[in-house]
């Protein structure tokens, strides 16, 4: 997480402290307050009341707080919608700094991965956090997506108390490390909402695509062995691209930026390759939205020892 603190604090004067400070700061699971949806009207009102209307426009509750019965850590985390990232960081950024707020212009995924956005820290008068706001524009699908997360723990109270039982679980792991903490939530999440999607179409969660000699599925991080070997084969490298993929965690991230978002987002993506004889995986297949073209593409990758058996045909043709 390169949360890239543009303005210093009181107490620390380089980006790199204040983010390390952040990310190290103690934390504490506590069991449901019903005060807390009050906390968020009450915050939600003072935003509108002394940010620019013109730039502001939904702003939301969402993340454990606004899940009733839930244990979360007790931070309002608050989603605001603007109409323009640069004129809120010339703009909201300094009203907020003034108020005492911490801003950071973080990044979506890892040490900077975008979209970048702008988040702030809303401290009580003993240094401890009360609110995290953080300010999306409207095509930030995946924040945006958090919302659905809410909902659907909401309507699933038995989805909702495994991840209270994961939270719990993490906390007492990483007591001061907040970015540990988050990290391992985001399988569960991914994997959460992927079923959502999947349980809101009427299709199967995990397995896609069958043919006579190929089972398609979809991808998740337990497929980051694999995903990194393909990935760094000279073969890929040479006729797909280098996609700078070097490690698991590295691996890791690719599938969750890449095919698990597609999955959340437009309900199709890259999925593995399996024989279904014995389970093997031999590559990937599916479709894929890119930005340059206005329909959808098939992409495929086999390794190469999977090469003239027929196996690439088969599997687009499935597709």
């Known amino acids: 997480m390169r949360e890239g603190a543009e303005h210093s604090g009181p107490t620390v004067t380089t980006q790199d402290e204040r983010v390390r400070r952040a990310v190290q700061e103690d934390y504490a699971i506590v069991p449901y307050d019903p005060e807390w949806p009050r906390l968020f009207q009450d915050e ?26 839930v244990a979360a850590k007790p ?75 809410r909902d659907y723990l909401i309507a699933h109270p038995e989805v909702a108390r495994r991840y209270e039982t994961l939270k719990r679980a993490l906390a007492a792991r990483h007591p001061a490390d907040r970015r540990a903490y988050t990290n391992g939530k985001t399988e569960f999440i991914l994997a959460v909402m992927a079923e959502a999607r999947t349980q809101e179409r009427g299709v199967p969660s995990v397995l896609v695509l069958e043919t006579n000699r190929l089972a398609l599925r979809r991808l998740s991080v337990d497929d980051a062995e694999f995903i990194l070997e393909l990935l760094n084969d000279p073969s890929f490298v040479r006729y797909i691209g280098d996609r700078g993929v070097r490690t698991k965690d590295d691996a890791r991230r690719s599938i969750q930026t890449g095919p ?45 020892r999977f090469w003239s058996k027929g196996y690439a045909v088969e599997s687009v043709s499935a597709v």
């Open 260 to 304: 698990m978002e597609s999955y959340e987002r437009f309900g199709f993506g890259l999925y593995l390759v399996e024989l279904k004889e014995t389970g093997e995986p031999i590559g990937i297949c599916g479709l894929l939205k890119r930005e340059s073209l206005q329909e959808v593409d098939v992409g495929f990758a086999l390794l190469p």
């Open 44 to 69: 939600k009102q003072h935003l509108l009341k002394c940010l620019p209307r013109d730039l502001v426009r939904r702003i939301e509750h969402f993340g454990s707080t606004a899940m009733p019965g």
């Open 75 to 149: 931070i309002i985390d608050i989603l605001v919608e603007v109409t323009d990232l640069a004129a809120t960081r010339a703009r909201i950024v300094p009203i907020l700094e003034a108020q005492g707020y911490e801003y950071f212009w973080r990044p979506t995924h890892g040490e900077d991965g975008p979209p970048f956005y702008a988040w702030f820290i809303k401290r009580a008068a003993d240094g401890s956090r009360t609110h995290h706001i953080h300010m999306v524009e409207a095509h930030h699908a995946e924040h945006w997506g958090r919302l659905f997360f």
